[in-house]
């Protein structure tokens, strides 16, 4: 069973940049889609960004579009968050996992995914 662990996160002013990371530990990533998913208090889950096994195929929420990008390296079995142009609606906890069934759609919904870490806190302050 895989298990990821995020890191990256932190307090940021508004217009600034972080990388998010996700690691995986016990398995590899390589076959699987990795989104990233992220919940503000009071709030559910809401999908961010996801990636393809190959990298060829990069999906995005219209909130982050054009603002954050998301990557893979392979060797390091991580999957990366640049984040920029950060606003306080972007503050929230940040959370990858591993898309376990593929169909159209899917990787937007947060029931479809396992593997959550604990998260990593982004602030962002006005």
């Known amino acids: 069973q895989v298990q990821l662990v995020e890191s990256g996160g932190g307090l940021v002013q508004a217009g600034g940049s972080l990388r998010l990371s996700c690691l995986a530990s016990?398995?590899?990533?390589?076959?699987?889609?990795i989104g990233w998913f992220r919940q503000a208090p009071g709030k559910e889950r809401e999908f961010v960004a996801a990636?393809?096994?190959?990298?060829?195929?990069?999906y995005y929420a219209d909130s982050v579009k054009g603002r954050f990008t998301i990557s893979r390296d392979v060797a390091k079995n991580t999957v990366y968050l640049q984040m920029s142009s950060l606003s306080p609606e972007d503050t929230a906890e940040y959370y990858c996992?591993?898309?376990?069934?593929?169909?159209?759609?899917?990787?937007?919904?947060?029931?479809?995914?396992?593997?959550w870490g604990q998260g990593t806190q982004v602030t962002v302050s006005s």
């Open positions: 016990g398995r590899t990533l390589s076959n699987y889609v």
């Open positions: 996992g591993r898309l376990l069934r593929w169909y159209e759609g899917s990787y937007r919904l947060t029931q479809e995914y396992d593997g």
């Open positions: 990636i393809t096994w190959s990298s060829e195929y990069k």
